[in-house]
């Protein structure tokens, strides 16, 4: 079983920097690829970022603007997110899968993020 918290969202201005945590654990929990998506009212759940390794990933929708790491020593992902928009309003998970093409098999509780002046 692994266990994601996740903190940081909040009410913010468009221009504006936030920067998200996950903080992973259980038995398992280092073994595990962690990954961010978002969903926002009415959409469907989208990727956002992720790390393997040295590599990050990130959304075409997020790139140059949010910037994706990782703790392995804490076991925690990072997300900063700068020049936020509106259209990033959108509830922020974390999620833990054994493989990048994998079914996430753990997911956060999730945490809000708005976007707005």
């Known amino acids: 079983q692994v266990l994601l918290v996740e903190s940081g969202g909040g009410l913010v201005q468009p221009g504006g920097s936030l920067r998200l945590s996950c903080a992973a654990s259980g038995r398992t929990s280092s073994s595990y690829l962690l990954d961010w998506f978002r969903q926002a009212p009415g959409k469907e759940r989208e990727f956002v970022a992720g790390?393997?390794?040295?590599?990050?990933y990130y959304a075409d929708s997020v790139k140059g603007r949010f910037t994706v790491s990782r703790d392995n020593a804490k076991n925690t992902l990072y997300l900063q997110m700068d020049n936020l928009k509106p259209e990033d309003t959108a509830v922020y998970y974390c999620?833990?899968?054994?493989?990048?093409?994998?079914?996430?098999?753990?997911w956060g509780q999730g945490t809000q993020v708005t976007v707005s002046s």
């Open positions: 790390v393997r390794w040295s590599s990050t």
């Open positions: 999620a833990a899968r054994r493989t990048t093409a994998a079914t996430p098999d753990y």
